[in-house]
């Protein structure tokens, strides 16, 4: 029963086919040759990583930089720790930061996100250093 449906669904598609008109008659504008001006290289952002240690307590560095952080334990503080270290990176580089965000097991989900809620407060790129958390996938 089925192959017949089939084959009048094709025979109707083919007459369809023949009776239309399939004609080019249409002459797109293509656009004029513009010179562009080369845009200056964006610099890739410096990742600040923000430690969130089991008693709730904020440690705040570079990524790459592993011994150098200094300790917060109030978000307030944290947030204007945050926003002098993106100052000076971006007077002294032009480049803005990404925040990760490196949460201990034992602390508590809310503290993670009051801090995903700081990078909110002042538009910056944020993502969370675990794999089954990442709010985006980080390519490599």
């Not at 150098?68 to 480049?95: A, F, P």
């Amino acid at each position: 029963m089925i192959v017949r449906l089939i084959d009048i669904v094709l025979i109707v598609l083919f007459g369809f086919m023949s009776i239309s008109v399939i004609d080019i008659n249409a002459t797109l504008p293509l656009p004029a040759k513009i010179n562009k001006i080369p845009e200056k290289k964006k610099l890739p952002p410096e990742v600040i990583e923000i430690e969130i240690d089991q008693s709730n307590h904020f440690k705040i560095g570079l990524f790459k930089i592993k011994n150098k952080r200094e300790s917060y334990n109030t978000i307030s503080n944290l947030e204007l720790s945050v926003k002098k270290i993106r100052e000076q990176i971006k007077r002294r580089d032009s480049k803005d930061i990404v925040i990760l965000v490196s949460p201990h097991e034992n602390s508590t989900v809310q503290t993670t996100v009051d801090v995903l809620d700081l990078c909110d407060r002042n538009d910056i790129p944020k993502n969370i250093n675990k794999r089954s958390l990442a709010l985006y996938r980080l390519v490599r």
